[in-house]
T-cell receptor, first 115, second 113 residues
Framework: SAVISQKPSRDICQRGTSLTIQCQVD?????MFWYRQQPGQSLTLIAT?????????ESGFVIDKFPISRPNLTFSTLTVSNMSPEDSSIYLC????????????FGPGTRLTVL | AQSVTQPDIHITVSEGASLELRCNYS??????LFWYVQSPGQGLQLLLK??????LVQGIKGFEAEFKRSQSSFNLRKPSVHWSDAAEYFC???????????FGIGTKLQVIP
């Protein structure tokens, strides 16, 4: 397994501001992902955080809105930019250690409310 | 594209009763299948997974799931539910290569005394 921490655990932000969420893993992992879970919805993959290169974004998500960094194999950040109330969600970091078939482990999530 | 359907949004069972949560998937090849549980205010915890081999998979907390290729299903079961099992349960399917995982909408389980 992997121990994953996220900061902050929750935040309340004003419209138009930005928030950076941190994800820290207790050991090196192959892949890191960022998901969004909107109220009453399932998890939606935002992007794969690639170490040393630009993140790979899923359809509907763009770098200007959700810039991601991954400076090393244990840490990543997701920024939610120019926030609106529609960005109110739980943002989850997940990691995958190995290759094919390995499961993902999830962090506790960051609950974001935008007023 | 892969997809997951969880037809039951909300299920209520009595403590001690048996439980079955339904999951149907769509994927062109042999899928990687997962069940996760999310307790209120918590992240997701993996209950069990299926990659290959025995189609009946045992997981943590007394859960099991059965892969039925003919029905494209991966239903989660527990013979006797405990109050602490009240949570939201997500079925997920992963592709064979990149391992992109697609989640179902979730089933919220309520356990009554």
């Amino acid at each position: 397994s992997a121990v994953i921490s996220q900061k902050p655990s929750r935040d309340i932000c004003q419209r138009g501001t930005s928030l950076t969420i941190q994800c820290q893993v207790d050991s090196q992992v192959t892949m890191m992902f960022w998901y969004r879970q909107q109220p009453g919805q399932s998890l939606t993959l935002i992007a794969t955080a690639n170490q040393g290169s630009e993140a790979t974004y899923e359809s509907g998500f763009v770098i200007d809105k959700f810039p991601i960094s991954r400076p090393n194999l244990t840490f990543s950040t997701l920024t939610v930019s120019n926030m609106s109330p529609e960005d109110s969600s739980i943002y989850l970091c997940s990691v995958k250690r190995g290759g094919r078939g390995d499961e993902q482990f999830f962090g506790p999530g960051t609950r974001l409310t935008v007023l | 594209a892969q997809s997951v359907t969880q037809p039951d949004i909300h299920i209520t069972v009595s403590e001690g009763a048996s439980l079955e949560l339904r999951c149907n998937y769509s994927y062109g090849a042999t899928p990687y299948l997962f069940w996760y549980v999310q307790s209120p205010g918590q992240g997701l915890q993996l209950l069990l997974k299926y990659f290959s081999g025995d189609t009946l998979v045992q997981g943590i907390k007394g859960f099991e799931a059965e892969f039925k290729r003919s029905q494209s299903s991966f239903n989660l079961r527990k013979p006797s539910v405990h109050w602490s099992d009240a949570a939201e349960y997500f079925c997920a399917v992963g592709d064979g290569g990149y391992q992109k995982v697609t989640f179902g909408i979730g089933t919220k389980l309520q356990v009554i005394p």
